[in-house]
């Protein structure tokens, strides 16, 4: 009998047993990010906010703890306040919502940063103003000193128009003048003079039909021949000050990580540098692109790739080495972007276009590009190309898919850069082979109405599509291709995120009219474009791009619930505090907290 009974109660004893493990475990599962530990005491604690986690739930927790640089868990206020020890700081959201740190899939901040150190390039709206501007430098420049705007286009003036030659000769006639548009610019009659082109036949100075005389357009490949005189030189010190200061606007906007577009090794070297003087505030992933890549040929990259000393995603936390680079063709805002048609008549005003035939420039074929894919697939390269026209983004696929065949792409996270222009089928391809998408929302914002105007209504249904993108399950980076100017806002590309965000959100152009409905797509959707989706495209959604136990801490704490309010709000969203690796980066005031 007693035998018996002991059974009965080691039975039940196991029983309950169970059941309490059972209890407990459900009861942990409540908070599957909260990992409450008795031992461990936060660094940092924010609650009563509502944190936007971007996990592959679009969790929302109440508080965050941090210890060491990273999430030690989020959950309730009542269960993240158990990580409090005496040395934590404690940080009341009073309400306000958190995203993860923004990354800004495409910037240039080497040059953003010394863009305006010595002037500041004034913004510019309509073709009065320009004159203007270009009047007051003849009057404070002596004869003969050039004239420079380092980076203009005509497509942003509310006039659409091209500047002639003859208007810039009436305004400085003893001053060259060169408004530099990236991939084609105006010069005047005396820069032509000066530098010796006037008679000169190239291929990049564009010459009336009829009468043989220079236009005053050029391309790209004749920038090179201005008789430029720059004998201003920034030191070493200067630069890295200047490059600390731009990382610093970034964190004003919210910005924790970007994508360095497309820099030289030089370029690297010096983030390198900023790094060991612990001036990074921005975390970094570094596309590479040669010196005159667009004459590079595969035997140059066969030697060069190897030289090089590192590859894709080497590095740490702060800075990696990113994509190879190359340039396929011209750019939207200038006209020599590769379309898949002319760009007809309606472009050849705009942008000074003699033949509407034409449809732009190609710097590689198909078989070219291929052999350089597959040169960077070999070398463990990721690789990615400047593209802007239909046409180029057709030619760039058609190399992917001529790789693919033999060594399936898929996983490599091999990019297309702008692409501005996606058919049906590219985006079928895209997807078939993992291709990721590298956009710029404020290039629809921005121009989007003049493209209107300019192309075609079935080509404008292929501009910007994410909607139909993010269907076929392509992945997109957003970014801003920020190269100049300081302001968020008032830059040429500004790099302002919610502004951004609000015009995918909106599907609005700047003059408020929605040009392609694809366009439109969820905050949710908008904020991964920002976030997890950037850090996929470096190889790190295992490190960051959502607020997750395990992952670094950086993040932005909003003005504005992005989820919530009204859509208009999305675009005027300030940021109150940008924390990276568990620092506080940016204080707006408002909280009233004092950055260590």
Not at 283 to 310: C, H, M, T, Y
Request: proline share 3%; charged share 25%.
């Amino acid at each position: 009998m007693r035998k018996s009974q002991s059974s009965t109660m080691a039975r039940f004893s196991a029983k309950a047993y169970s059941l309490v493990f059972v209890i407990l475990t459900l009861w942990l599962l409540r908070f599957p990010q909260c990992q409450v530990s008795k031992v461990e005491k936060a660094d940092i604690i924010l609650f009563n906010g509502k944190i936007i986690t971007v996990d592959k739930r679009f969790s929302i927790a109440q508080a965050i703890a941090i210890k060491d640089g990273r999430i030690l868990g989020l959950g309730t206020d009542d269960d993240i306040l158990q990580f409090e020890g005496d040395s934590s700081s404690v940080v009341n959201l009073n309400g306000h919502s958190v995203l993860p740190g923004l990354i800004d899939g495409h910037a240039h901040p080497i040059e953003a940063s010394q863009s305006e150190y010595y002037q500041k390039i004034p913004f510019i709206s309509s073709v009065q103003g320009l004159l203007e501007w270009i009047k007051n430098e003849a009057k404070t420049k002596q004869a003969g000193e050039w004239i420079i705007h380092p980076r203009f286009f005509v497509t942003r003036l509310k006039d659409w128009r091209q500047i002639t030659k003859r208007e810039l000769d009436a305004v400085a006639p003893d001053h060259p003048v060169f408004l530099n548009g990236s991939f084609g610019g105006m010069v005047n009659t005396k820069a032509l003079r000066v530098s010796q082109l006037t008679d000169l036949k190239h291929e990049g100075i564009m010459r009336d039909k009829l009468t043989g005389e220079a236009t005053g357009f050029i391309k790209a490949s004749a920038f090179r021949l201005l008789a430029i005189k720059d004998n201003r030189r920034l030191s070493e010190d200067d630069k890295l000050m200047l490059l600390r200061q731009m990382l610093q606007r970034y964190n004003a906007a919210g910005i924790t990580s970007i994508c360095s577009g497309g820099e030289s090794v030089e370029a690297y070297r010096l983030f390198q540098k900023l790094l060991h003087r612990n001036g990074l505030t921005v975390r970094v992933f570094q596309n590479i692109i040669f010196p005159d890549e667009r004459k590079a040929g595969i035997i140059d990259w066969r030697d060069s790739l190897p030289k090089l000393g590192f590859k894709t995603s080497d590095g740490n936390e702060w800075l990696r080495a990113g994509a190879i680079k190359v340039l396929l063709d011209g750019g939207i805002l200038t006209g020599t972007a590769y379309l898949r048609q002319g760009w007809g008549r309606r472009a050849m005003e705009v942008y000074g276009i003699a033949d509407s035939a034409y449809r732009g420039e190609l710097m590689y074929s198909k078989n070219e590009l291929a052999g350089l894919i597959r040169l960077a697939a070999d070398a463990n390269w990721k690789f990615t190309a400047h593209v802007t026209g239909g046409g180029a983004v057709d030619t760039l696929l058609a190399a992917f898919e001529a790789v693919n065949h033999s060594a399936p792409l898929r996983g490599k996270r091999f990019s297309i850069i702008h692409g501005n222009f996606y058919t049906p089928e590219a985006i079928r391809k895209m997807a078939a082979m993992g291709i990721i998408a590298d956009m710029q929302p404020a290039w629809y914002l921005k121009d989007g109405d003049l493209l209107n105007k300019v192309l075609e209504k079935d080509l404008m249904r292929t501009f910007h599509p994410y909607a139909s993108m993010i269907r076929a399950g392509i992945i997109i980076n957003a970014g801003s291709d920020h190269m100049i100017q300081w302001d968020p806002d008032s830059s040429t590309n500004p790099y302002n995120p919610f502004l951004s965000m609000w015009c995918m959100i909106s599907g609005k152009a700047e003059a408020g009219v929605i040009v392609n409905p694809e366009t439109i797509i969820s905050r949710k959707e908008a904020i991964k474009m920002y976030t997890i989706n950037n850090a996929y495209a470096s190889f790190e959604e295992h490190l960051k791009g959502s607020l997750e136990a395990g992952k670094l801490a950086d993040l932005v704490v909003l003005s504005e619930d992005i989820l919530s309010c009204p859509v208009e709000n999305i675009r005027n969203i300030k940021p109150l505090l940008t924390m990276v690796g568990g620092r506080f980066v940016y204080d707006s005031g408002e909280l009233k907290l004092t950055i260590p």
